[in-house]
Nanobody, 122 residues
Framework: QVQLVESGGGVVQAGGSLRLSCAAS????????MGWFRQAPGKEREFVSI???????VYADSVKGRLQISRDNAKNTVYLQMNSLKPEDTAVYYC????????????????WGQGTQVTVSS
């Protein structure tokens, strides 16, 4: 498994931006698909985005054009740049790692961070 630590959450007004970071250790980062999920109060944890080990990306329809995932293999870190934030983006955001290149289901990921809270006020 890999250890994941998220940071960068906070409170922001609607229309604002935040950048989340996830630092990984314990397994070869460059060979992993890294993902972001989020969980709003009373809702299931949902897929947000992945960055495959080859640099390809996939996004949930709800975040396309507003959120951007990137990775720095030299720093073992994956980022989630969040722009044009909406109140419905309020959730705990989780970083996750998978051995499966196109992983998008929760069950495909075997390592999870502790989560970071993002609150978007209207």
């Amino acid at each position: 498994q890999v250890q994941l630590v998220e940071s960068g959450g906070g409170v922001v007004q609607a229309g604002g931006s935040l950048r989340l970071s996830c630092a990984a250790s314990g397994r070869t980062f460059s060979t992993m698909t890294m993902g972001w999920f989020r969980q709003a109060p009373g809702k299931e944890r949902e897929f947000v985005s992945i960055s495959t080990w080859s640099g390809s990306t996939v996004y949930a329809d709800s975040v396309k054009g507003r959120l951007q995932i990137s990775r720095d293999n030299a720093k073992n870190t994956v980022y989630l740049q969040m722009n044009s934030l909406k109140p419905e983006d309020t959730a705990v955001y989780y970083c996750a790692a998978s051995r499966s290149r196109w992983a998008q289901r929760r069950a495909d990921f075997d390592s999870w961070g502790q989560g970071t809270q993002v609150t978007v006020s209207s």
